[in-house]
């Protein structure tokens, strides 16, 4: 009873650290893209749409940390010499392995029950709507003197603002760049300049022409549907991402057990499970 109070107490300990480590690694890798169009949302819309991120790369993150946080354990109990007092009480590493094993199959057949509602694929056709709904006020949301660039080949610089007018603005849309002495952004996301200079590239020449306004159109509707297919596909994917640590984990075990002499090894023992976890993962996704 002692024992396994203390296995699984250190084992969660660990693991839920690591979770909360992998998850904030993974949650500023998805918010870096879209920081800006954050700020242009609605706060009601910033809230709801942050929780169900953060939902989602929790899950990975507890998923990701299994192998690393047994992996410490594992070493600890064998660098600690734990073993050899375990087995003056006749306790065996294969009980320690039941334990830990036991530990492991609460979080990952939990994540598997939980990962099909937890769908990046919605997530995706969330964030596509709301760049459809909101992505030109991005704009309005740009310090001055800024440049802003999109995932979209789209770049946007202006010296002053005033309301949803623009002063000195310098856009780049595709292949074209155009100057202009000012711009204004209307609801319908469309942007007008006034006074421009036009450059662009096209069959392989540079273009240039000059215009008193000149529009660019930023937005539109969205004609993204959300795929049953894609939806299997990525639940697929999360409950992969945690079955696989469940039916390895005594051939990992084993490996920490008895060839990590070092810490720094154990965890690179860990690296390569996580490797083929997430390999695994992919490959069930890819093969559906």
Same mark, same amino acid.
């Given at each position: 009873m002692l024992l396994r109070r203390y296995l699984?107490? *250190?084992f969660y300990r660990t693991y839920f650290f690591l979770a909360l480590m992998f998850t904030a690694v993974i949650a500023v890798a998805q918010l870096f893209p879209i920081f800006h169009l954050l700020f242009a949302l609605p706060l009601w819309h910033t809230l709801a749409y942050g929780t169900m991120l953060l939902s989602y790369t929790l899950l990975l993150g507890t998923a990701l940390a299994l192998f690393p946080a047994a992996a410490d354990l594992i070493h600890t109990l064998k660098e600690g010499r734990k073993f050899h007092i375990l087995y003056t009480f006749g306790i065996s590493e294969k009980r320690v392995l039941k334990l830990l094993w036991l530990a492991v199959a609460v979080v990952a057949l939990s994540g598997?029950?939980?990962?099909? %509602?937890?769908? !990046?694929?919605?997530?995706? !056709? %969330?964030?596509? !709507? %709301?760049?459809?709904?909101f992505g030109t006020e991005v704009l309005?949301? %740009?310090?001055?003197r800024t440049f802003f660039t999109s995932g979209e080949g789209f770049a946007f610089y202006y010296t002053? *603002?005033?309301?949803?007018?623009?002063?000195?603005?310098?856009v780049k849309f595709g292949e074209n760049i155009a100057t202009a *002495?000012?711009?204004k952004l209307f609801p319908?996301?469309?942007l007008k300049l006034k006074n421009v200079s036009l450059f662009g590239r096209e069959g392989g020449y540079t273009s240039w022409m000059e215009s008193r306004y000149y529009t660019v159109a930023?937005?539109?509707?969205?004609?993204y549907t959300l795929s049953g297919?894609?939806?299997l596909k990525n639940a697929l994917f999360a409950v992969a991402l945690f079955l696989f640590p469940l039916l390895v984990f005594p051939l990992f075990f084993y490996t920490i057990f008895g060839r990590a002499e070092t810490k720094f090894s154990a965890h690179l023992w860990a690296l390569l499970f996580l490797i083929l976890q997430f390999g695994v993962a992919l490959l069930v996704k890819a093969l559906l």
């Open positions: 699984i107490s *250190r598997a029950l939980v990962a099909p %509602i937890i769908n !990046y694929q919605k997530i995706s !056709y %969330i964030t596509k !709507y %709301i760049k459809a709904r309005l949301t %740009i310090p001055p002053s *603002r005033g309301g949803n007018s623009f002063q000195k603005v310098v *002495r000012g711009a319908n996301g469309v930023l937005g539109g509707a969205s004609s297919k894609k939806l």
